[in-house]
């Protein structure tokens, strides 16, 4: 969990377990968690090649997730537009790039409306992100992109369904005016005029995290604590039961890499 926008926490799958976490479990996070300011899905993909003209490049990262995934890094756009929540709703073949990709695929130039590849997937590049730089373990930032996590799940990393544990709730009734009370519409009902080969995405799909920030850095307990308790009660986790995710901050991060405990 993060103390700040700058630091996000993520909620990941526990090793070994048959529980995925789901969209819905981020849903259920925005909407009944009165300490957490944000939270987004993610759905990662790797030795993926991106193509453009005759130029093959693998990005570090592609990152499948919300408009709240910029929110909680802190991170902006240079040029062109944000992704959306209808982008999200609608599967779009969409994309957000790095500097890096700028440098190395389309030569320093502006790739704004460019259509690129990832694997044998057309994506339209919308807007192109600040300069990050290298991350605390000195890997470029800027080798990324990123575009819904809808999409890249339907059409990149295949869908990841299942039913070992039900996790449908009732809705919360714990007031929050943090984040809007409807959430992310991430099942919206189909739409006569979407394109005619969109797919449906099925409830329950998996998703691999969900990154969450919290309202300071003086409720970062707080949310954690609100995380676990509403993730172990969604999917009806024994008393005596192991959690079947992780939870990691950016202390845990900042230990892992100093080689402490």
Request: glycine content about 6%.
């Amino acid at each position: 969990m993060p103390g700040a926008p700058r630091q996000p926490g993520r909620v990941s799958q526990a090793q070994g377990s048959a529980m995925s976490l789901t969209p819905e479990d981020c849903s259920a996070i925005i909407r009944e968690c009165p300490n957490v300011a944000y939270a987004t899905p993610i759905v990662s993909s790797s030795s993926l090649q991106l193509i453009y003209g005759n130029t093959n490049w693998i990005p570090r990262s592609i990152v499948g997730s919300t408009p709240d995934y910029l929110t909680i890094r802190n991170w902006n756009v240079s040029e062109g537009r944000t992704l959306t929540e209808r982008d999200v709703e609608n599967r779009s073949r969409v994309c957000l790039v790095g500097q890096t990709i700028v440098r190395e695929v389309f030569n320093g130039e502006s790739p704004i409306d460019s259509i690129i590849r990832l694997g044998s997937v057309s994506f339209t590049v919308v807007g192109v992100l600040e300069k990050k730089g290298a991350n605390m373990m000195g890997m470029d930032e800027d080798d990324i992109v990123i575009a819904p996590w809808t999409t890249i799940r339907l059409r990149i990393t295949g869908l990841k369904t299942g039913t070992a544990t039900d996790t449908t709730s009732t809705p919360s009734t714990s007031p929050s005016d943090l984040y809007p009370a409807e959430g992310v519409a991430f099942y919206p009902e189909q739409d006569e005029n979407l394109e005619t080969d969109t797919l449906l995405m099925p409830r329950f799909t998996h998703v691999d995290q969900i990154m969450v920030s919290a309202v300071s850095p003086s409720l970062i307990n707080q949310a954690e604590t609100e995380v676990e308790q509403l993730l172990r009660e969604r999917h009806h986790l024994a008393e005596d039961a192991e959690n079947d995710f992780r939870i990691r901050n950016p202390e845990e991060l900042g230990k892992m890499l100093s080689g402490t405990s």
